[in-house]
């Protein structure tokens, strides 16, 4: 199992930037699969960004172009970099694990973005 401090969600004009930090802590040499999700209000939560152990990335087509998925092993961190934000962007961005056996959620961290 392994736990997440998620940062760097925000309010930022249509056509900005944000980047999300996910560090994770716990049995992070268990991991198979991290990265990101967001649910938008009245919506079903949707993949934005996820990286393999191998380093293998999948993006959701919403934001391929746009976003993209990193991590820095020394620091156990994962980043999502959010280029080009569009007001349809605006969600709840929540950091994902999955290891074996296990499927590990963080919090969340809002990011809003305005026409």
Known sequence: QVQFVESGGGLVQAGGSLR??????GNTFTITVIGWYRQAP???RELAATISSSGTTNYAD???????ISRDAAKNTVYLQMNSLKPEDTAVYSCYARGMGYGNWGQGTQVTVSS
């Open 42 to 44: 009245g919506k079903q």
């Open 62 to 68: 919403s934001v391929k172009g746009r976003f993209t």
């Open 20 to 25: 999300l930090s996910c560090a994770v802590s």
